[in-house]
């Protein structure tokens, strides 16, 4: 039992940690992806003159949102499930039922990494590059440069990696809970967390 919260509670501190920097992130991201948006809109139906690439700008702020926030949602437990058999089941059948689906779905996030790194990231699509955005290293002395796909489908890879951390965690905590010192832990449910039920 030492030893599962010795691993529990470094993982612990890491995921906390790293999702805190990713939801600042993201919340900038949300910022920016708003300000592209609200600027099309208003240059292109007040003045008649959009710039091309807020739309792919506020694209790319969504896939790295979503790869941020996700790991978040996953671990406070804000996705949407349907849990009428887990309800339904005794507890410790429960409980080892909510152990199996998380190993299935380590299982599939491993899988989703390894083919979203070299199905996307490091693929002939993801050498490409972005049609309109550029970055404007010209204003300081610099040339354009412009965006590599791989840069928006690294918020692939990033994300499913800060699932899996998540969802190891989650995993020792069952187990810990499985074996009866589920008391000992420390909450993850958030005060400000709407749920989805």
């Not at 890491?14 to 920097?21: E, R, Y």
């Not at 910022?31 to 694209?59: H, K, S």
């Not at 010209?138 to 590599?148: C, N, Q």
């Given at each position: ?5 010795a691993?529990?509670w ?22 920016l992806?708003v300000?592209?948006i ?8 007040g ?9 792919e700008?506020a694209r790319?702020?969504?896939l790295?949102l979503t ?7 996953y671990r406070?437990g804000?996705f949407?499930s ?5 309800r339904?089941?005794p507890?410790?059948?429960?409980a080892v039922?909510?152990?199996?689906l998380l190993?299935?779905?380590l ?7 390894d083919?979203g790194i ?11 590059n972005?049609?309109?955005?550029r ?5 300081i002395?610099g040339?354009?440069i412009?965006f590599?796909l ?5 918020s692939?890879?990033?994300g ?6 998540v ?9 810990i809970?499985l074996?009866?010192?589920g008391?000992d832990l420390?909450?993850l449910?958030s005060?400000?967390?709407?749920r989805?039920?």
């Amino acid at each position: 039992m030492a030893l599962l919260f010795a691993v529990l509670w470094p993982l612990e501190r890491f995921n906390t940690f790293v999702l805190m920097i990713g939801r600042w992130l993201a919340m900038g991201l949300l910022v920016l992806m708003v300000c592209f948006i609200l600027g099309q809109v208003i240059l292109r139906y007040g003045f008649d003159a959009a710039p091309n690439w807020t739309e792919e700008g506020a694209r790319f702020g969504m896939l790295w949102l979503t790869g941020l926030m996700a790991p978040t949602a996953y671990r406070r437990g804000g996705f949407v499930s349907i849990d009428m058999l887990e309800r339904a089941l005794p507890r410790t059948v429960s409980a080892v039922f909510t152990l199996a689906l998380l190993g299935i779905s380590l299982w599939v996030l491993v899988v989703m990494l390894d083919r979203g790194i070299y199905n996307h990231v490091f693929s002939l699509s993801g050498n490409g590059n972005s049609p309109a955005l550029r970055l404007p290293l010209d204003w300081i002395g610099g040339e354009r440069i412009r965006f590599k796909l791989n840069w928006a489908y690294g918020s692939l890879a990033v994300g499913i990696a800060l699932l899996i951390f998540v969802n190891v965690e989650l995993v020792l905590r069952q187990v810990i809970t499985l074996l009866g010192r589920g008391e000992d832990l420390n909450s993850l449910s958030s005060a400000e967390l709407i749920r989805a039920e």
